[in-house]
């Protein structure tokens, strides 16, 4: 029971939802609402539950007006399998959600026009979070992909870019379609707050993947992947390259020749302990000699 409390404790509602409840109540749209609002907490429950069922460390699910997030205090270092089930668990809820209203509007229970309303948000909401913008579903997605092929540092900030762009063509397009679409406006706006945050502090978040990599508990079980490196690069420089879901053996080559391999955690080591991160290789692997 306990368990069950503390968990329900990490679910907060933004104050501005209250605002908008308010001007819903006063205009007569509270059953608009209310089918809104039941669309993402399905959503988000989704999220919470896998995430819950992998041991994440969640911090608190916050429910917006128009969304809703689920904060973590992971850091990019869980399995790859894991991320991908906790990220598509929301928009996987909104199926079998249209079912159960669809054997309500049949059995006469949900009125025809509530439930015509409920088939286009639960689209346009399922629609609008699978766009590649970060961070959405379909940003972390994107991530993901790029993490597969890319170093950590280089597919986040890929994802970035994609996201700008893609929100920029979005609000174009809502600029022709919707001009006077208020919510859409508010959302776009957020959502260019939130990118220019995340782009802002990148480092701050590499920073968070690498630390989390050096004092977790995540190199139990996983690939060792051979990175070369020259003996002439820092640490900072090395860490750069290092992927997500794997662990590296660190081969530091000096004029065409593997002169040693290294830990990937001697270079964390340097980073977080001796902090040295602009020492080089060469100075590195003297030291250790």
Aim: net charge positive; aromatic share 16%; hydrophobic share 50%.
């Amino acid at each position: 029971m306990n368990k069950i409390l503390s968990l329900l404790m990490k679910w907060r509602i933004h104050p501005l939802f209250w605002l908008v409840a308010a001007i819903a109540i006063a205009t007569g749209r509270f059953y608009e609402l209310a089918i809104v609002f039941l669309i993402i907490i399905v959503h988000e429950m989704g999220h919470f539950l896998v995430a819950t069922h992998f041991k994440w460390r969640i911090k608190k699910v916050q429910l917006l007006p128009f969304g809703g997030v689920l904060v973590v205090e992971e850091s990019g270092n869980r399995p790859w399998q894991e991320e991908w089930w906790v990220t598509v668990a929301g928009p996987l809820q909104q199926i079998w959600l249209a079912f159960v209203m669809w054997g309500l509007a049949i059995v006469g229970i949900l009125p025809d026009s509530l439930f015509a309303f409920f088939v286009q948000a639960n689209i346009m909401i399922a629609f609008f979070n699978l766009l590649p913008i970060y961070p959405l579903d379909g940003g972390k997605l994107i991530l993901l992909l790029c993490n597969v092929a890319q170093p950590f540092l280089e597919g986040y900030k890929r994802t970035l870019l994609l996201s700008f762009v893609t929100l920029s063509l979005f609000a174009l397009f809502t600029l022709f379609v919707a001009p006077t679409h208020l919510n859409g406006w508010v959302v776009i706006l957020y959502l260019y707050f939130i990118l220019s945050y995340q782009y802002k502090h990148r480092h701050y978040t590499f920073q968070r993947f690498l630390m989390d990599r050096y004092y977790g508990q995540h190199d139990i079980g996983r690939k060792i992947v051979p990175l070369k490196v020259d003996i002439e690069e820092t640490v900072l420089q090395v860490s750069q390259r290092f992927s997500r879901g794997v662990k590296h053996a660190v081969i530091v080559i000096e004029d065409g020749v593997e002169v040693v391999t290294l830990d990937e955690n001697e270079i964390l080591h340097s980073m977080f302990t001796e902090k040295r991160p602009k020492v080089t290789l060469r100075e590195l692997v003297y030291f250790y000699e």
